[in-house]
């Protein structure tokens, strides 16, 4: 069982077979009367409209992370196209994106119900090409202010949102059952477009033997897929006028203690997954500078995107591993490996041997994605187990626990998307007290140490209230 279907366990039972009326389509692809839990519907026509329905947002999701994560790799090209910010600037650069990103995530989660999936989708990715073409002008002129490159960078932010209301999406098309396989492959397309923008950008605006820097094609080169992905999500998707918002399950899933608890984890896991994701092309280039020359492009600086992609695809071993050893385990364990690979590299930089400072980070990432992937898995089963202890009472009184499950998965993925912005900003308060990552490293084990400790006494320890989860 996949992290999302244990999520999808908690619906409410099905509906008979052949209950549903057939469907109505209206004009702007509106689709009434959809009810996925209906057999007869679902292999008829259901199946095959929500496929189409999910390559279209695996696209626009793919973008939208791409975009989300230009300035990570940008940033390091900056010296050499003749602009003189300081090391402060480039880290607000990086993170800024996440801060907007994670934030525009919670309102995001309402946008599909408010103006349908398939309309939200192609205004999500139109909005792309905001970032996307005004990241090509700002440096395309070293002169450019400061202040004016920080709020394009902000503007990237739009990506991050594009997570919450696909995933929102895709929900409403699925049946219980076949949620975690449709919710999975939509959370790795979109994740996998984080590597992608670190390794098409160092080939893109580096170009001849001369290697003539070209940075404003790290924006433009991604125009023309938008503009595809827009029109192919204006089409092809379908607006759903079953998708209801749930305010209601929000609110309760807010006043539920252990959301917070696990949105802290959920920073620990994902949230460092998308912060060293931001941050890896500059501590390769401060790093290893001598290694991670502009001309070519940088051999070192090329292998950035490695880390991105070895975290992506760690997050659904993390969820598989979670199934059949319990989410709280696996999850220590990630933030046992993550402690100790910081502790690592701290110890390990002054040998200045780049491949093991690689190796390490693509430890880092794995132990990171597969701790996103326990972690998500978890939350299901602490919302289950809450509402059968609190009584059916509670169920009556306010919402259901599938409401405030899901509820909860949305808010927790917007509060760990904090990660992004936190990770970088602790790097540049140590590189601006002491010039070096050595106070920021430390205190990541620290973090990922008192992590640990919530995970077992909450979740893993015999005595805890919930069990093993």
């Given at each position: ?21 057939p ?16 057999p ?7 199946k ?11 696209a ?12 990570s790799?940008v ?16 880290f607000?650069?990086?993170s ?6 994670a ?14 999936g ?7 990715a139109l ?10 002008l700002c ?23 594009n ?6 999406n ?6 219980a ?10 959370a790795a ?15 893109a ?14 924006g ?5 897929l938008?503009l ?12 759903l006028s079953?998708?209801?918002s ?17 949105a802290?984890?959920y920073i620990?896991?994902f ?19 001598a ?5 070519m492009?940088?051999v ?13 695809l760690?997050?659904p ?6 199934d059949r050893?319990?989410?709280?385990l ?5 933030f ?16 200045s ?14 132990a ?10 978890m ?17 009556r009184e ?16 917007a509060v760990?998307?904090?990660?992004g ?11 601006g007290a002491?010039?070096?990552?050595d106070?920021?490293?430390y205190?990541?084990?620290a ?14 320890r015999r005595s805890s ?5």
């Amino acid at each position: 069982m996949s992290i999302d279907e244990a999520a999808s366990n908690l619906a409410l039972a099905p509906a008979p077979a052949g209950t549903a009326p057939p469907l109505n389509h209206r004009p702007g692809r509106w689709i009434d009367n959809w009810d996925a839990e209906d057999p007869t519907q679902w292999n008829s026509v259901g199946k095959s409209i929500a496929k189409r329905n999910l390559q279209w947002s695996i696209a626009c999701e793919f973008l939208g992370f791409v975009v989300w994560q230009l300035w990570s790799i940008v940033v390091v090209y900056l010296p050499a196209a003749g602009f003189t910010f300081t090391t402060s600037q480039i880290f607000w650069l990086i993170s800024m994106p996440s801060l907007v990103g994670a934030t525009l995530r919670i309102p995001y989660t309402f946008m599909v119900p408010r103006f349908g999936g398939r309309n939200w989708t192609i205004i999500s990715a139109l909005l792309l090409l905001i970032p996307s073409i005004g990241l090509a002008l700002c440096v395309s002129n070293p002169e450019t202010p400061f202040g004016v490159m920080l709020a394009v960078a902000a503007l990237a932010g739009f990506g991050g949102g594009n997570f919450a209301s696909s995933m929102a999406n895709i929900t409403f098309f699925y049946p219980a059952r076949e949620k975690g396989w449709a919710l999975g492959l939509n959370a790795a397309g979109g994740n996998l477009g984080a590597a992608v923008a670190q390794l098409v950008v160092p080939i893109a605006v580096v170009l001849g033997a001369a290697a003539t820097l070209n940075l404003p094609l790290a924006g433009l080169v991604w125009v023309p897929l938008i503009l595809v992905a827009a029109f192919g999500a204006w089409k092809y998707m379908d607006n759903l006028s079953s998708a209801k918002s749930d305010l209601a399950g929000s609110l309760a899933a807010v006043r539920e203690p252990h959301l917070w608890i696990m949105a802290f984890l959920y920073i620990g896991t994902f949230g460092s997954f998308i912060g060293f994701a931001g941050v890896f092309p500059k501590l390769i280039v401060d790093s290893f500078p001598a290694f991670s020359t502009i001309s070519m492009g940088g051999v070192t600086l090329g292998l950035a995107f490695l880390g991105p992609l070895v975290g992506s695809l760690a997050r659904p071993f993390g969820g598989r591993l979670a199934d059949r050893f319990g989410g709280a385990l696996i999850t220590v364990g990630a933030f046992a490996v993550m402690a100790a690979i910081a502790l690592s590299v701290v110890w390990t930089l002054p040998l200045s041997n780049f491949w093991l400072f690689l190796g390490l980070f693509l430890v880092l990432f794995a132990a990171a994605g597969a701790g996103n992937g326990a972690t998500y898995r978890m939350i299901p089963i602490i919302f289950a187990r809450r509402g059968a202890a609190a009584g059916s009472g509670e169920v009556r009184e306010s919402v259901s626990t599938a409401r405030k499950s899901a509820a909860a998965l949305g808010l927790i993925s917007a509060v760990g998307a904090y990660g992004g912005f936190l990770i970088p900003q602790v790097l540049n308060a140590s590189k601006g007290a002491s010039g070096s990552y050595d106070g920021a490293f430390y205190g990541f084990v620290a973090g990922y140490v008192l992590m640990l400790a919530v995970t077992w006494f909450f979740y893993l320890r015999r005595s805890s209230t919930l069990g093993k989860v």
